[in-house]
């Protein structure tokens, strides 16, 4: 079985959970990995940092689908939610594929764990959501239209770090 969350990080670099749609998993993947070095954060990615990675290995080789319902729900959601708990706050990033999972974990960070929520809503027409747009404001957190802007915003925001 495949370790459910990793140890904490050294309190030099923040970490924030990445929540988004499991069907821009691949995508999303390449740009963590640069963005994790430009702005000196650590991402944890439920589908490649916990225990859903045998089930992605399951959905990449075709064996399952993205929604298989044979999928341990308890794991993967208990998994998700340890993970968000163990993290300094959030990026969460909306895509044109509608995430129910990437909805809950917005609420759950920033409503319930009072944490730092910033929401990538590549959407425009999303992105003035009422929902969304109190979910990222409640706990220093914003709203940007794009990862580009992310980018380049969020440099200093609310992790305390100095950048070179």
């Known amino acids: 079985m495949v370790e459910k969350t990793k140890q904490k990080s050294p309190r030099n670099k923040k970490r924030y959970y990445l929540a988004h749609p499991i069907k821009d998993r691949l995508e999303i993947r390449a740009w963590e ?15 490649y940092d916990a225990a859903e990675i045998g089930n992605i290995k399951q ?3 075709g064996e399952k689908g993205v929604y298989d319902s044979s999928f341990d729900s308890s794991e993967i959601v208990e998994g998700d939610l340890e993970l968000i708990r163990n993290a300094d706050g959030m990026v969460a990033i909306i895509t044109k594929n509608i995430s129910v999972g990437t909805n809950m974990e917005i609420f759950f960070n920033s409503y319930v764990l009072k944490r730092p929520t910033h929401i990538i809503v590549e959407s425009e027409e999303l992105r003035g959501h009422s929902w969304l747009r109190y979910m990222s404001v409640r706990f220093a957190g914003k709203i940007y239209k794009n990862r580009k802007e992310f980018a380049e915003k969020f440099l200093g925001k609310d992790d305390g770090q100095k950048r070179v």
Do not use: A, M, R, T
Not at 33 to 47: A, C, D, H, R, T
């Open 33 to 47: 990995k640069e963005i994790e070095k430009q702005l000196g954060i650590e991402l944890v990615n439920p589908f």
């Open 59 to 61: 959905v990449d080789s």
